[in-house]
T-cell receptor, first 111, second 111 residues
Framework: ETGVTQTPRHLVMGMTNKKSLKCEQHLGHNAMYWYKQSAKKPLELMFVYNFKEQTENNSVPSRFSPECPNSSHLFLHLHTLQPEDSALYLC??????????FGDGTRLSIL | GQNIDQPTEMTATEGAIVQINCTYQTSGFNGLFWYQQHAGEAPTFLSYNVLDGLEEKGRFSSFLSRSKGYSYLLLKELQMKDSASYLCAAPFSGGYNKLIFGAGTRLAVHP
C-alpha cells in the first residue's frame, strides 16, 4: 500500500470511446502527477499539478485531458485514443522537494 | 539536451553484490533518485543523492559524482526478491517536481 490508489487497474477501450482514469492520494501531498510507461521506454512525465493548478504539460496530445478538483484527487480523461496510447499510466504524489509516491497504475489497451 | 542512460538488463546470483550504473545530463542539477519497480507494481523510492559520495541504507547503497554526471546503485547480499527494474531519475528544468527517468535496468537474481 503506497497511499496512492488508482482505478481501474485495467482498461480496454476502442478508439472512439471516452473513459476516465482516477487517482486518489491519502498522504496529504500538494503535488500530483501523471506518467506514461510504455514497454522498454522510460517513464514519461505527462502532467504536473501543484495545489490543484497545472504547472506542467509535457507536450501531451489534447486527446488526454487532466482534471484536478482538489489536492487529493486527479483524473485523466481519455477520448479518441490511438493504438500507440496503449501503456501503463501511473499517478504519483509528493510534497515539494520530496520523493514521489506512485500508484500501481492503470494498464490501458486501445483496440 | 537532457538524458539519462542505464544498462537495459543485468543478471546476478543470490548472495552476490551487483552495481547498477547511471549516467545523466540535465540542466540545473537538483539531485538524483533511484526507484525499484517490481513487475506489475508501483515504483517505490530507494534513495536520493544530492551531494557527492556514498549513501548507505542497509543492503542498498547509492553513489553520486556530480562532476562526472554519474551514479550507481549497489545491492549487497542479493535476494530473489531483489529481481526487479531499477529506475534512475533526475529533476530537470531546475524543478524538483519534474523528473526525467532512465529506461530502467531489469535485474534478474538467480539461485
Amino acid at each position: 500500500e503506497t497511499g496512492v490508489t488508482q482505478t481501474p487497474r485495467h482498461l480496454v477501450m476502442g478508439m472512439t470511446n471516452k473513459k476516465s482514469l482516477k487517482c486518489e492520494q491519502h498522504l496529504g501531498h500538494n503535488a500530483m502527477y501523471w506518467y506514461k510507461q510504455s514497454a522498454k521506454k522510460p517513464l514519461e512525465l505527462m502532467f504536473v499539478y501543484n495545489f490543484k493548478e497545472q504547472t506542467e504539460n509535457n507536450s501531451v496530445p489534447s486527446r488526454f485531458s487532466p482534471e484536478c478538483p482538489n489536492s487529493s484527487h486527479l483524473f485523466l480523461h481519455l477520448h479518441t485514443l490511438q493504438p500507440e496510447d496503449s501503456a501503463l499510466y501511473l499517478c504519483a504524489s509528493s510534497q515539494e522537494g520530496q520523493p514521489q509516491h506512485f500508484g500501481d497504475g492503470t494498464r490501458l489497451s486501445i483496440l | 539536451g537532457q538524458n539519462i542512460d542505464q544498462p537495459t538488463e543485468m543478471t546476478a546470483t543470490e548472495g552476490a553484490i551487483v552495481q547498477i550504473n547511471c549516467t545523466y545530463q540535465t540542466s540545473g542539477f537538483n539531485g538524483l533518485f533511484w526507484y525499484q519497480q517490481h513487475a506489475g507494481e508501483a515504483p517505490t523510492f530507494l534513495s536520493y543523492n544530492v551531494l557527492d559520495g556514498l549513501e548507505e541504507k542497509g543492503r542498498f547503497s547509492s553513489f553520486l559524482s556530480r562532476s562526472k554526471g554519474y551514479s550507481y546503485l549497489l545491492l549487497k547480499e542479493l535476494q530473489m526478491k531483489d529481481s526487479a527494474s531499477y529506475l534512475c531519475a533526475a529533476p530537470f528544468s531546475g524543478g524538483y517536481n519534474k523528473l526525467i527517468f532512465g529506461a530502467g535496468t531489469r535485474l534478474a537474481v538467480h539461485p
